[in-house]
């Protein structure tokens, strides 16, 4: 099973910001679709941000805050994240897709504590 790697998940205080880097497996050509899921304890998987050639969507409750961008060319994504907040506490999962097959990473967890 090919599986996306995440990276940059961690404890941060309320306010502040982190920076999360995902990359996929050198033997994969390049995804048209990368981006970024998260679960909270109790809920559903929901989509943070995703792009798809020039377009991105954002979940409307991280716009402003949170950028999704990628290396041109590359099978690699990043999500800055800032001013968090602690309903932003979940476990993170970048995402990648190649018309009907998706790839998902294991998850990286990301706390909003004081």
């Known amino acids: 099973q090919v599986r996306l790697v995440e990276s940059g998940g961690g404890l941060v205080q309320p306010g502040g910001s982190l920076r999360l880097s995902c990359a996929a497996p050198t033997m994969l050509i390049r995804l048209p679709t990368m981006g970024w899921y998260r679960q909270a304890p109790g809920k559903e998987r929901e989509l943070v941000a995703v792009?798809?050639?020039?377009?991105?969507n954002y979940a409307d409750s991280v716009k402003g805050r949170f950028t999704v961008s990628r290396d041109s060319g590359k099978n690699r994504v990043y999500l800055q994240m800032s001013s968090l907040k602690p309903d932003d506490t979940a476990v993170y999962y970048c995402?990648?897709?190649?018309?009907?097959?998706?790839?998902w990473g294991q998850g990286t967890q990301v706390t909003v504590s004081s």
């Open positions: 995402y990648g897709a190649l018309m009907s097959v998706e790839y």
């Open positions: 792009t798809e050639n020039s377009n991105t």
